[in-house]
Each structure stands twice: as C-alpha cells, then as structure tokens.
Nanobody, 120 residues
Framework: VQLQASGGGLVQPGGSLTLSCTVS????????MTWYQQPPAGRRDWVAVITSTGVTNYHDSVKGRFTISRDNVANTVYLQMNSLGTYDTGVYYC???????????????WGQGTQVTVSS
C-alpha cells in the first residue's frame, strides 16, 4: 500500500489549505484514513480520522476548523484546514489502516508527509 500526500505549503495566519492523500495498492473503500500532525520538535499526533463508512472524528484542537473527507473513486482523502494558526505548523502525515484478514487488529501504512507552515 502506497500513500502520497500533497498540498502543504506556506500560509498566513487565518488562511486555509487543503491537503490530499492518494492511496494505491489497496481497496481504498475499506480503509480507515487518519491525518496526523507532527509539530517542530514535537510528537506526532492525530488530528482527524474518517472510517470506511464515512464516520469522522477530530482532535479537540481542530474541531470546527478542519474537515476530513474522502473520495472512494479517486482513492483520496482530504483535509480542509481553515483558520490556520501558527500552532498548526508541522509535517502532516496520512495513515491508512486496514483490518487484518481473519485476525484481530489493523495493518497501518504511512505516507511521506507534507509540510505546512503558518507564518506571517
């Protein structure tokens, strides 16, 4: 399974960005997709998740500002980020989780990350 993240860049505080993560090598519709943020010198932490059935959940720090969505035809998950602040700066990673066949648990696959810098 390969994941290709894109869409990062430099944006001013209050601005918006949309990240994309395209998956290949797996049936996309069965995957749970998660976006993570890793701030500079910080720990990678999840920010938004969408299940195979479209159920979403958000970290408290991004609720009301970020929206995760998926396109099962394009095999792509998106993260719409609005009202960005300097605290949103970091490398954003997408993760695909696929349930193990016949066993408990999930196999996780990571993309390479895309840099988001919020600065004036």
């Amino acid at each position: 399974v390969q994941l290709q993240a894109s869409g990062g860049g430099l944006v001013q505080p209050g601005g918006s960005l949309t990240l994309s993560c395209t998956v290949s090598g797996s049936s996309f519709s069965v995957l749970t997709m998660t976006w993570y943020q890793q701030p500079p010198a910080g720990r990678r932490d999840w920010v938004a998740v969408i299940t195979s059935t479209g159920v979403t959940n958000y970290h408290d720090s991004v609720k009301g500002r970020f929206t995760i969505s998926r396109d099962n035809v394009a095999n792509t998950v998106y993260l719409q980020m609005n009202s960005l602040g300097t605290y949103d700066t970091g490398v954003y990673y997408c993760k695909a989780s696929r349930k193990k066949l016949g066993r408990d648990g999930y196999d996780d696959y990571w993309g390479q990350g895309t840099q988001v810098t919020v600065s004036s």
